[in-house]
């Protein structure tokens, strides 16, 4: 069977498991918010509005400020809730790194409850530009272009061998980063990466095969190459540092991430705040998908949440 062949198998098989979309950890992310009657409630990734559909359920007197910075799922997933529930949502357009200037301009908070599920939208996977390994689009990765204009396609074409063994590491800590950081500046030589499937059969052919992979070679480079134009760690730290300011007394914030180095700077911040007195933790382990949600949305396989609580002083 051909490369080619390989790829339309697989993309079948991607847009079974993503379409259509499934919120991850729905149960627990109300668990933790602990929703109140009257409540008020920001859930900073809207995505295709799936916990944000939920909370509005689960509590029939609560309000949700809903936040994202891919004006695609707005626009594609918004209007209907609006609709159900016109004087209990706000939809807000916005990235959430910048969510204390974004409060500030729109007149946000306090809140009861702040969620962000760090994954990358179903929406983006399965449509977006560059996201997938298994679509031939173009190498942009951009989680909204208007607030960002360097692409996928601009790294690997600026950026030196050493820096691409970088971002390839520290981004996607992938054990062939050298091999592949050297055939990608050998092979823009030629011909300047432009397209997902180029950057992706490179990929195939210089890393060794392994029957026992169960992601394709190029995974871990694409997801390397997504959080670096998007900077998505720091995002992930600015709207921590923001998000404890928009909490009422007793406010919970509940965070999902979906890889460690996500996970990461969220138990950090929980500890170091714990620590001084301002957060109490509500997971001391973190909590993960049930057997039986994994089965029923493959996309929770790999999530992980953390939830803590603003001390009131």
């Not at 050297?182 to 950057?199: D, G, N, P, S, W």
Request: positive net charge; proline residues 4%; glycine residues 4%.
């Amino acid at each position: 069977m051909s490369i080619s062949q390989n790829n339309q198998k697989k993309v079948r098989k991607l847009d079974k498991e993503l379409v259509p979309h499934k919120s991850v950890l729905v149960q627990e992310v109300l668990e933790y918010l602990n929703l109140k009657p009257g409540g008020m409630y920001l859930d900073v990734t809207f995505g295709a509005g799936g916990h944000t559909r939920a909370i509005l359920e689960a509590e029939p007197t609560c309000n949700v400020v809903a936040i994202d910075w891919d004006k695609a799922s707005l626009e594609t997933y918004g209007p209907e809730l609006q609709e159900q529930f016109p004087d209990r949502l706000r939809l807000v357009w916005g990235n959430f790194a910048l969510l204390y200037k974004l409060a500030k301009k729109e007149k946000l908070g306090p809140f009861d409850g702040i969620l962000a599920d760090f994954g990358t939208s179903q929406m983006q996977i399965t449509e977006g530009a560059g996201f997938s390994v298994y679509r031939d689009t173009p190498l942009d990765m951009r989680m909204s272009p208007s607030h960002q204009k360097t692409t996928a396609a601009h790294i690997l074409k600026d950026a030196s061998e050493q820096e691409l063994r970088e971002i390839f590491w520290r981004y996607g800590q992938e054990k062939y980063t050298k091999q592949i950081a050297h055939a990608i500046v050998q092979e823009r030589r030629k011909k300047k990466f432009e397209t997902t499937l180029r950057l992706a059969k490179l990929i195939e052919r210089v890393v060794p095969k392994d029957s026992r992979q169960k992601i394709h070679p190029a995974t871990r480079i694409f997801q390397a190459l997504r959080i670096c134009v998007n900077k998505e760690l720091d995002n992930i730290t600015s709207f921590l540092s923001a998000a404890t300011h928009l909490l009422k007394p007793e406010g919970r914030l509940v965070c999902i991430s979906f890889h460690s180095l996500e996970d990461r700077p969220v138990k950090q911040f929980f500890a170091e705040r714990a620590s001084l007195g301002d957060l109490r933790i509500l997971t001391p382990k973190v909590v993960v998908a049930s057997e039986q949600e994994v089965k029923e949305n493959p996309s929770a396989r790999s999530a992980k949440l953390r939830a803590a609580q603003l001390v009131a002083k």
